[in-house]
């Protein structure tokens, strides 16, 4: 007789219960719940406000700090207003035309002053034998010019004033682009100022600007507080911050960029309104901004980012260098006309260096053109010098 404690099931003993087994319930894991929660919260709040600091931009990317927009679902593209909508289809048309030809292109020489060009001699002699080739605009703010050189005799447009800082040295540059427009020759338009010299010989300078098809306008991204410290809130939608720029006001337009500018309203209405010294507690200064911003929302890739005018900012002034009679050399001016690399500088606490080569048709060249600021007292100095220092 088996005991019950010898006893093993066999395939016939197997009894059958009625019914199946009845396991208890298993509790829910409520932290994995929440956790999956929090990590969809965490990146939704991440899609909506991208990340910008190097750190937190390494958690989600080994690029260049790439948001985690790259690889979630693009967000919508803001709407656009009936104004922008208007300018933009403008703008579009202009750029995409094809450019006019002139059967004998000039290069407008347009000078912004507040009266007297100084180096009007100087001017003689590098326009002398080149007659046909370029044309004069002299914009005087302040005090009706006296004029020595006969290429700038009947040359005055109409004139308002002028004030430094504020929108009406945008509007003094549109004027003078809308009076060398009326002439179809006309196909490059180089606004220089009173102390402007040349840097080379006529030739040269025509061949730079007629042979390479885009418009050499300054333009950099500044984000301290002469930068985007500047921009106002008040410019949007149509002026946003990822696109405010500054750069010199010194440029050289092509023609369609010069009549891009004279159709621009909406941009320019902007700046009118909410780019002034004194403005918000904040010195935004128009034509510093105006244009670099413009054309980096309408034709980024169309502009140089440099400037051809040089001038010196190593003072870290207002203000930049002034040249005397005696800082007037032949080293001085090839010091100058052998930068082939343009610089900015960044006005927050950083001061990060920004350094591109002066591309012209893919071929490394010297960056500038022209020159400021000289004083009068420098015109006898240039005169002896030009012959010199004028051939590339």
């Known amino acids: 007789m088996k005991t019950a404690k010898d006893w093993r099931p066999g395939m016939g003993d197997v009894q059958i219960l009625p019914g199946s087994r009845h396991r208890p319930p298993m509790k829910k894991p409520m932290w994995i719940i929440f956790l999956v929660l929090f990590v969809c919260m965490f990146l939704i709040f991440a899609y909506i406000y991208p990340p910008k600091s190097s750190s937190t931009c390494y958690i989600f990317s080994n690029s260049r700090c790439q948001s985690i927009a790259g690889w979630l679902p693009p967000a919508p593209a803001r709407e656009y207003t009936d104004d922008e909508i208007a300018s933009r289809a403008v703008i579009r048309d202009i750029l995409n035309a094809p450019p006019i030809l002139s059967k004998n292109p000039k290069v ?13 001699k100087l001017w003689d002699k590098f326009f002398q034998g080149h007659e046909g080739k370029f044309s004069v605009y002299v914009h005087a703010s ?74 050499f306008v300054d333009c950099f991204k500044d984000p301290g507080p002469h930068g985007n410290g500047r ?16 750069g010199a006001q010194w440029f ?17 209405s902007k700046f009118r309104a909410y780019c002034q010294p ?6 935004c200064i128009a034509d510093e901004h105006y244009l ?20 010196d900012w190593s003072e870290r002034k207002w203000h930049p260098k002034s040249y005397r009679f005696q800082d007037v050399t032949y080293e ?10 343009s610089v900015h500088v ?35 100095g240039l005169l002896q010098l030009f012959s010199n220092y004028s051939s590339p």
């Open 108 to 120: 407008a020489f347009m000078f912004l002053t507040p009266g007297s060009l100084p180096f009007e």
């Open 142 to 215: 302040r005090t009706k010019p006296v004029h020595v050189s006969r290429y700038f005799v009947n040359r005055d447009i109409r004139s308002d004033q002028v004030v430094w800082g504020k929108i009406s040295m945008v509007a003094a540059e549109r004027r003078l682009l809308a009076n060398a427009l009326q002439d179809p020759d006309n196909q490059q338009f180089v606004l220089l100022s009173d102390s402007c010299v040349p840097l080379y010989t006529f030739d040269y300078i025509f061949d730079y600007l007629m042979y390479t098809n885009i418009s």
């Open 231 to 246: 921009y106002s809130e008040r410019m949007l939608p149509e002026v946003e911050m990822k696109d405010f720029r500054k």
């Open 252 to 268: 050289s337009l092509k023609r369609q960029h010069a009549i891009t500018v004279m159709a621009d309203n909406l941009y320019y």
């Open 278 to 283: 004194g403005l918000e507690g904040k010195n």
């Open 292 to 311: 670099p911003t413009f054309f980096q929302i309408v034709d980024p890739g169309g502009i140089s980012n440099w400037s051809v005018t040089h001038v």
């Open 332 to 341: 001085l001016l090839k010091n100058i006309t052998s930068i082939d690399v």
């Open 346 to 380: 960044t006005s927050d606490e950083k001061r990060e260096v920004q350094r591109w080569p002066c591309l012209w048709n893919g071929i490394q060249k010297p960056c500038y053109l022209f020159a400021r600021k000289f004083t009068p007292a420098t015109l006898d």
